[in-house]
């Protein structure tokens, strides 16, 4: 089993900065992806920003520029540093991690929130 800890969630104003991070735990071997999903109120969960094992990046079209997704693979921890944000970001955010050992099992975070208003 793996366990994921989200922290640096928290109210800021548009334009504003964030970073979320995401601490790995447990049977941490083999985590081929570790990334960023959002779900806001209403809406499906979506990806934000993938890392995979070998350093490639993926992001959705909507933060591409702001958001920026970065793994420290010393302390097994993912972050996500959000620049610029907007109205629209607000949501709540949840750390995943893909581990492939005889087969795919996906792991989820708790969620932190991340609310960008006035």
């Known amino acids: 089993q793996v366990q994921l800890v989200e922290s640096g969630g928290g109210a800021v104003q548009p334009g504003g900065s964030l970073r979320l991070s995401c601490a790995a735990s447990g049977r941490i071997y083999s985590l081929s992806v570790m990334g960023w999903y959002r779900q806001a109120p209403g809406k499906q969960r979506d990806m934000v920003a993938l890392?995979?094992?070998?350093?490639?990046?993926n992001y959705a079209d909507s933060v591409k520029g702001r958001f920026t997704i970065y793994r420290d693979n010393a302390k097994n921890t993912v972050y996500l540093h959000m620049n610029n944000l907007e109205s629209e970001d607000t949501a709540v955010y949840y750390c995943?991690?893909?581990?492939?050992?005889?087969?795919?099992?996906?792991?989820w975070g708790q969620g932190t929130q991340v609310t960008v208003s006035q």
């Open positions: 890392h995979f094992s070998n350093g490639n990046t």
């Open positions: 995943n991690a893909v581990q492939f050992l005889g087969g795919r099992s996906d792991y």
